[in-house]
């Protein structure tokens, strides 16, 4: 069964950059219908898609966050990772990285998320 | 403020039944884009509920079904035969071409009764 890890500091400081790493197990994480996501949820808040990559290094971001986001694959270790940049408190938030099912529906390319890690708490702090 | 509207909470009684509606627009649901559903219980990572608007994954009850407007900008998930463990958040997931991402509804509070 696959399981997916998120491990990195739980507490960054303003302007500096947040970084954490998503483990994949029982999966290779080389699968070719399969992209790798990260997600965010702000305490209290809801769901936020951040950015996805396949295993080939090709990344797609939310144009929101594009400027400051760098996702990257490590195929040999089973990992990718998350870099965020000039994070503030508006950053704090729980992280999950997540398998992104690709598929085609109807004639349209869909994606979901399936499954995801158990998520970790990230805070923005001086 | 969320791309896909959901209403903030809902609530029913053990037994009954309740909907949960995602509305979108033409950029999103409305341009025939999949509706996915997560349910996220307290303290947890959500968990996929229903995919590709209508289909469960293995593990989850039919009691959870979902619906998309064949020409509509919604789509909704319902849950019958309600049980005390169902409380939790729900999101909907699509696409929006507008945005060039994926996107969430705000999420709803079911509250069991």
Redo the contacts between chains.
């Keep these: 069964q696959l399981q997916l890890q998120e491990s990195g500091p739980g507490l960054v400081k303003p302007s500096e950059t947040l970084s954490l790493t998503c483990t994949v197990s029982g999966g290779s994480i080389s699968s070719i219908s399969y992209y790798w996501?990260w997600i965010r949820q702000p305490p209290g808040k809801?769901?936020?898609?951040i950015g996805s990559i396949y295993y080939s290094g090709s990344t797609?971001?939310?144009?929101s966050l594009k400027s400051r986001v760098t996702i990257s694959v490590d195929t040999s270790n089973n990992q990718f990772s998350l870099k965020l940049s000039s994070v503030t408190a508006a950053d704090t938030a729980v992280y999950?990285c997540t398998k992104e099912?690709a598929?085609t529906?109807?004639g349209?390319?869909?994606?979901?998320?399936?499954?995801?890690?158990?998520?970790t708490l990230v805070t923005v702090s001086s | 403020q969320s791309v896909l509207t959901q209403p903030p909470s809902v609530s029913g009684a053990p037994g009954q039944r309740v909907t949960i509606s995602c509305t979108g627009t033409s950029s999103n649901i409305g341009a025939g884009y999949d509706v996915h559903w997560y349910q996220q219980l307290p303290g947890t990572a959500p968990k996929l509920l229903i995919y590709g608007n209508t289909n469960r994954p293995s593990g989850v009850p039919d009691r959870f079904s979902g619906s998309k407007s064949k020409s509509g900008t919604s789509a909704s998930l319902a849950i019958t035969g309600l049980q005390a463990e169902d409380e939790a958040d729900y999101y909907c997931q699509s696409y929006d071409s507008s945005l060039s991402g994926w996107v969430f509804g705000g999420g709803t509070k079911l509250t069991v009764l």
């Design positions: 996501g809801g769901l936020e898609w797609y971001y939310n144009p999950y099912v598929a529906s109807t349209v390319l869909t994606h979901w998320f399936d499954p995801w890690g158990q998520g």
